[in-house]
């Protein structure tokens, strides 16, 4: 049973920080890629960054480039999401997702390209 648990969301005020942690009970060597997601009210799901675990390489979506970072920890299983000069259309449920696929079938970004989801984590920026 695959396991993905977020944590660290919250409310924040408009250009405040969080840091978003996705613990996984897959031993990293069984997982190539990790990525964050998010989901606004009446919105689709929408890319956020991905990384290659183990290897090098960030992905971003252009709207968060500059002010999100993603990393891995893989001594801990951890895929963390740090966010900056967050802004109120940066509001939306964040999950994090996880493919044992090295070569996935469509964009890193591409919902459809991660198998494993989190229930998701709330992220409320207020104005």
């Known amino acids: 049973q695959v396991h993905l648990a977020e944590s660290g969301g919250g409310l924040v005020a408009a250009g405040g920080s969080l840091t978003l942690v996705c613990a996984t009970s897959?031993?990293?060597?069984?997982?190539?890629?990790m990525a964050w997601f998010r989901q606004g009210p009446g919105k689709e799901r929408e890319g956020v960054a991905s990384i290659p675990i183990g290897r090098p390489g960030t992905y971003y979506a252009d709207f968060v480039k500059g002010r999100f970072t993603i990393s891995q920890d893989n001594a801990n299983n951890t895929v963390s999401l740090q966010m900056n000069n967050l802004k109120p259309e940066d509001t939306a449920t964040y999950y994090c997702?996880?493919?044992?696929?090295?070569?996935?079938?469509?964009?890193?970004?591409?919902?459809?390209?991660?198998?494993?989801w989190g229930q998701g984590t709330q992220v409320t920026v207020s104005s």
């Open positions: 997702a996880a493919d044992p696929r090295r070569y996935l079938p469509w964009d890193v970004l591409n919902h459809r390209s991660f198998e494993y």
């Open positions: 897959l031993n990293t060597d069984n997982i190539n890629w």
